[in-house]
């Protein structure tokens, strides 16, 4: 069925569909084609900077980020780091079980981020309209995505600065064998965690159901892949099961290289294929769901 | 500019065939029952939903392959929306404004929010929310300002607030795409109204003339000083007051007559209002209490539904008559009206 329409305005339709100012059309010179495109973009880097900020502060203001990212890796590190001497140890690759633990969980911040912060973060915005808003106010599609990797990111870096903090007066912090690649471990581990959970974020239908499958991905790979024991000590099953893990993968790259008990190449390659693959996938994803 | 929009979510068709004009500096308000399919439209006009079919062009441009370029010329309040938890009132003015940006401390005070600006979004009450949704609508000064269901939850007098603003945005000509249930509030402040149902378009026009249209009627009534009555049950045939009961009965366009203890009320067309009373002031009979009693918005959409329910459950009749289909009929029932 048609709706009515008053003839009378005809003309004034034309003049709203060509304002002086408005967006140039299809008829409109090359030239102020590229003008606008290019106020578009300044406009669009404008806009993450404003969504950057305002998530950053955000994410210093979640009770769950606060805990998962910054004091739950603390508290246990400080725990487990003394609860198996100073001595080094066979189990521990001959190093000091508290270095280890150090040098572990780190990738345990990186974890939290990426598999319980930031899934629950963005399925609740989606579930609450607050990505409708902010795609109707204009961020572009990626806008959103690169906002959650900055924030993701600087929350990483934060929570691994205070747990090192913390860990340097009580256990001390072991000098990198290798600063190289424990820092290219650190990143690539970091951006694939990160990149998970924005995908994790934009797949899971609510809040809830977010942070149900983020705490059931969290935990196991926490106690098989960097925060529980040392992969001699577990049982030959158990370690099949932890080994392709990606924390145990990214906490490989990261610990290995810098206690001095391997270069662990393999698992720095595996880290670094799974960043790239994850980040394509959570962009690609993010901008068909961000309208 | 919408024509033939046509949008379903699986099999359910929520939009259908809807065209639709928006001219500069107009308010049009989409009004309808829920399941109408108004807000589909309008998110469709914001290019956050892609039509299955039809095209939409807003300020020449469509919607979702130049959304980003579109949107940063309209500013939107939408249902069933949210901002973050801990955003602050302040914070949030700050992520929405661009560069050409009103002063936010003025929309914030127009508003009724500066003394919340360091306020989180939960902690403020449904119509703060909503006061909040408007200033960032209007924040950056846009072209073409979409609000859906604008005043829900809000006070009355924060309603007449945000009636206010929106006239001002029309007296700054500014392009206002209003979708609501509220139909005094189209009444007030819509230059058109479209009237949908189904994801259809029943009718659309000024709201006084879609009352003209589709509640063209009026009720006077009058009191009759008691020494005046036919018998002691009330009005009846005998006497002045009998005599005048027939001579109402009598004038054109009347459809009814009745009386209610001593009130005479008068049924018909619109222009018995006029025969009313100069058949009463012929007669020296001026009544003090006389009241005349006008349809509104919300009768003529009523009608309108009732008339939509009449015809599609009476092919036959429907086309016979098609109602309410397009311009020519529209401009048939206006000659008849008239």
């Known amino acids: 069925m048609t709706a009515t329409m008053e003839p009378s305005l005809a003309t004034a339709t034309d ?147 205070v747990l090192l903090a913390v860990a340097a007066p009580v256990y001390g912090v072991p000098t990198p064998h290798s600063w190289w690649r424990v820092a290219v471990g650190l990143a690539a581990g970091a951006v694939a965690f990160v990149s998970i959970g924005v995908l994790l974020g934009t797949l899971l239908p609510s809040a809830r159901s977010a942070q149900a499958v983020g705490l059931l991905l969290f935990f196991p790979s926490f106690l098989l892949g960097a925060g529980g024991p040392p992969p001699a000590v577990m049982g030959s099953a158990l370690r099949v099961i932890a080994g392709p893990l990606p924390l145990t993968l990214v906490t490989k790259a990261v610990r290995e290289p810098w206690l001095g008990i391997g270069d662990a190449t393999g698992p720095l390659v595996a880290v670094v294929a799974l960043a790239l693959v994850a980040l394509a996938v959570s962009a690609r994803r993010s901008s068909l769901t961000s309208r | 500019m919408v024509r033939g929009l046509r949008k379903a979510y699986g099999e359910r068709v929520v939009v259908d065939d809807v065209d639709l004009d928006v001219a500069a500096g107009e308010v049009v308000g989409l009004i309808g029952a829920n399941g109408a399919g108004k807000t589909t439209t309008v998110e469709c006009v914001q290019g956050l939903r892609r039509p299955d079919a039809g095209t939409v062009r807003v300020l020449g441009l469509d919607p979702v ?186 004038l054109p366009g009347v459809r009814d007559v009745s009386v209610h203890g001593d009130q005479v009320r008068v049924h018909g067309d619109r222009p018995v209002i006029a025969h009313v009373g100069a058949e009463l002031v012929r007669r020296g009979r001026i009544p003090a209490d006389l009241r005349v009693e006008l349809p509104d918005l919300e009768a003529a959409l009523l009608r309108l539904l009732r008339d939509d329910d009449t015809s599609t459950t009476a092919p036959t009749a429907t086309s016979a008559t098609p109602a309410y289909h397009a311009g020519p009929f529209t401009a048939e029932l206006i000659g008849a009206q008239q």
């Open chain 2, 65 to 250: 392959r130049h959304a980003d370029r579109v949107r940063r010329w309209v500013g939107s309040q939408l249902q069933d929306s949210a901002l973050p938890d801990r955003l602050r009132v302040h914070e949030a003015v700050e992520l929405f404004a661009t560069g050409r940006a009103r002063p936010a401390g003025e929309l914030l005070d127009q508003f009724g929010l500066a003394e919340r600006r360091r306020s989180a979004f939960a902690s403020l009450s449904g119509g703060e929310r909503q006061r909040l949704f408007l200033v960032l609508a209007l924040l950056n000064r846009p072209r073409l300002v979409i609000l859906d269901e604008l005043t829900q939850g809000l006070d009355p007098a924060a309603r007449r607030g945000v009636w206010s603003a929106v006239r001002q945005l029309r007296d700054e000509g500014t392009t206002v795409l209003l979708v609501t249930h509220e139909l005094d509030e189209a009444e007030a402040l819509c230059d058109r109204v479209v009237a949908m149902r189904r994801g259809r378009v029943l009718d659309a026009g000024p709201p006084a003339r879609l009352v003209d249209r589709h509640a063209g009627w009026a009720r006077v009534q009058f009191g009759w000083p008691p020494g005046d009555r036919g018998d002691a049950s009330g009005i009846g045939d005998a006497g002045e007051a009998g005599e005048l009961v027939r001579a109402m009965r009598a």
């Open chain 1, 15 to 161: 003049a709203v569909t060509t304002p002086a100012t408005a967006p140039t059309t299809t008829t409109t010179a090359t030239a102020g084609t590229a003008t606008a495109t290019d106020a578009g973009e300044a406009a669009g880097r404008g806009a993450v900077r404003r969504l950057i900020r305002a998530e950053l502060r955000l994410t210093v203001r979640d009770p769950m980020t606060m805990f998962f990212v910054f004091a739950f890796p603390v508290v246990t590190m400080l725990i487990i780091g003394g609860s198996f001497g100073r001595s080094p140890d066979e189990d521990f690759g001959g190093t000091d079980p508290a270095h280890w633990y150090v040098a572990s969980y780190l990738t345990v911040v990186i974890a939290a981020a990426g598999l319980v912060m930031l899934p629950v973060h963005i399925a609740s915005y989606r579930e609450r309209g607050v990505l409708r808003r902010f795609a109707a106010a204009g961020f572009s599609r990626w806008s959103f995505a690169a906002a959650q990797l900055v924030a993701g990111l600087v929350a990483i870096a934060l929570a691994g600065a």
